[in-house]
């Protein structure tokens, strides 16, 4: 069974400009979440989609959306991009409704640079 | 506002050594907590999910713990290889639809040959 994958693994923009990122859960996962990974800040949480729905969202500014299509896969935009910006971000799946258990596997991460 | 601790934040180990990486929380009030190990630059390894039931797991040589009401969970790593060498990262989760995981800062560790 095929893992998460993320595209692109790597990303270089510059300030101002707008990024989308996209992360493919693992078959038959419909829980997609993304997290923010800086070496200050750690890992930070942005936000959860399930079945197309945001589920659930951290304290990020409204530059950082999200969305996901029917087939799960998911994408995450940031728009007007900051230095602060410049992170490795992780998408993560899981199976969810029901009794699961809710296990969360990550995928490689896209590495965005901003200049 | 739950809090994720974890100590040591770094250690290095000889190779064959038992270990215990430890992990602190403030609100006991959690749906499960999740190890994970992190190689450099890479994404995150599952290791152990313990649901807010149960009291540990067991994978391999690793063993992870809860202590709900003390707010502590410990990953026990049994023997020690090189290979375990990464950075270790615990995460509660608060609820199934509630804000999602809140990770430690982790604990980096370096098993020498």
């Known amino acids: 069974k095929a893992g998460v994958t993320q595209t692109p693994r790597y990303l270089i923009k510059t300030r101002g400009q707008q990024v989308t990122l996209s992360c493919s859960p693992i078959?038959?996962?419909?829980?997609v979440s993304w997290y923010q990974q800086t070496p200050g800040q750690g890992l930070q949480f942005l936000f959860e989609?399930?079945?197309?729905?945001?589920?659930n969202k951290g304290n990020f500014p409204g530059r950082f959306s999200g969305r996901q299509f029917s087939n799960s896969r998911s994408e995450m935009n940031v728009s007007t991009l900051e230095l602060g910006d410049s992170a490795l971000y992780l998408c993560?799946?899981?199976?969810?409704?029901?009794?699961?258990?809710?296990?969360?596997?990550f995928g490689p991460g896209t590495r965005l640079t901003v200049l | 506002k739950q809090e994720v601790t974890q100590i040591p934040a770094a250690l290095s180990v000889p190779e064959g050594e038992n270990l215990v990486l430890n992990c602190s929380f403030t609100d006991s009030a959690i749906y499960n907590l999740q190890w994970f190990r992190q190689d450099p630059g890479k994404g995150l390894t599952s290791l152990l999910l313990?649901?807010?039931?149960?009291r540990e797991q067991t994978s391999g040589r690793l063993n992870a713990s809860l202590d709900k009401s003390s707010g502590r969970s410990t990953l026990y790593i049994a023997a020690s290889q090189p290979g375990d060498s990464a950075t270790y990262l615990c995460?509660?989760?608060?609820?199934?639809?509630?804000?999602?995981?809140?990770f430690g800062p982790g604990t980096r560790l370096s098993v020498l040959p």
């Open positions: 989609y399930f079945s197309e729905t945001q589920r």
């Open positions: 078959s038959g996962h419909r829980s």
């Open positions: 995460a509660v989760r608060l609820g199934v639809y509630g804000q999602n995981f809140v």
């Open positions: 313990i649901q807010s039931s149960q």
């Open positions: 993560a799946s899981s199976l969810r409704g029901g009794q699961t258990y809710n296990e969360q596997f």
